[in-house]
């Protein structure tokens, strides 16, 4: 089956810096790679996703990039606010099966103001 | 109003009671999912099913039960053979497509079993 790798665990940054989490995963029939954004307490949402046949997306201050041949994906936040602290997970999911996506372990962000 | 709902928001039981929490969605979505997730452990998968009276197993599910006799439910049976129970309950649901698509999660049960 998929297995997701999330790196790091934490990420401690400074208010206004950038933020990279980075994702690999295993299968190479994986094609759909969501990020979800945990509050504390609260429930994880998706705040960007990608397909395998786009190689970068952006929404705002946030952005992911897709490499398919290295079977990596990266989160990218630009100009951190202390309201961007939170869990995110990575996920990979594959057409080839249930569609069921295999989440990476989470990486904790803290953005210092 | 939308969404994905999980009750109770805090459950307390006392070990070797079977204990079930409770999930149900009006996003017409067929799919639904149960996740544990416990710190630095990310979200892992208990059961999910896609279809009405059908259920996959998933990861963990050894100590768990499910039924999907409605679209709208998939409740969670916490069982007295699941060895760990006190964690952090996530439900979440999802539209069928073959290229994946997004979860959406409900507000979660802290379960503690003592």
């Known amino acids: 089956g998929e297995n997701v790798e999330q790196h790091p665990s934490t990420l401690s940054v400074q208010e206004g810096d950038s933020a990279v989490i980075k994702c690999t995963y295993s299968?190479?029939?994986?094609?759909?790679f969501p990020w979800y954004k945990q509050e504390l307490g609260k429930r994880p949402q998706l705040i960007i996703d990608?397909?395998?046949?786009?190689g970068e997306k952006k929404d705002q201050r946030i952005a992911v990039t897709l490499n398919k041949t290295a079977k990596h994906f990266s989160l990218h936040i630009t100009e951190t606010q202390p309201e961007d602290s939170a869990v995110y997970f990575c996920?990979?999911?594959?057409?080839?099966?249930?569609?069921?996506?295999?989440f990476g372990r989470g990486t904790s962000l803290i953005v210092h103001p | 109003d939308g969404g994905i709902t999980q009750s109770p928001k805090y459950l307390f039981r006392k070990e070797g009671q079977n204990v079930t929490l409770s999930c149900e969605q009006n996003?017409?979505?067929?799919?639904m999912y149960w996740y544990r997730q416990d710190p630095g452990q990310g979200l892992r998968l208990i059961y999910y099913?896609?279809?009405?009276?059908?259920?996959q197993k998933g990861d963990i599910a050894e100590g768990y039960s499910v039924s999907r006799e409605k679209k709208e439910s998939f409740p969670l049976t916490v069982t007295s053979a699941q060895k760990n129970p006190t964690a952090f309950y996530l439900c979440?649901?999802?539209?069928?497509?073959?290229?994946?698509?997004?979860?959406?999660f409900g507000p979660g049960t802290r379960l503690t079993v003592t």
């Open positions: 979440a649901s999802s539209v069928l497509s073959a290229g994946g698509s997004e979860q959406y």
């Open positions: 299968d190479s029939a994986s094609n759909y």
């Open positions: 990608i397909r395998s046949n786009v």
């Open positions: 996920a990979a999911s594959t057409t080839g099966g249930s569609y069921i996506p295999t």
């Open positions: 996003l017409n979505h067929d799919a």
């Open positions: 099913s896609q279809i009405v009276n059908d259920f």
